[in-house]
């Protein structure tokens, strides 16, 4: 929906987001300041983020997940 994502810097969401987001240490909330503030100051890499989200984005179908749902649970 042209949101920049900021996640914590954990293997799922890195799976998941497949490198279109900003990533921080967990559990440490003035490098989530800083990255809020980051995106907040430099429109060239919010703008950035949000056309790597929006790519990747397009890129998963739901019938892709609900494929790969299923082979978790074989």
Known sequence: ????????AVPAMDDVLAG?????PTRDPAAMA???VH????PAEREGRVAAGLAHAARVTWRDVAALTTDVYR
């Open 34 to 36: 800083r990255a809020l």
């Open 39 to 42: 995106l907040a100051d430099d």
């Open 1 to 8: 929906c042209g949101t920049p994502v900021i996640a914590t």
């Open 20 to 24: 279109a987001a900003t990533f921080v």
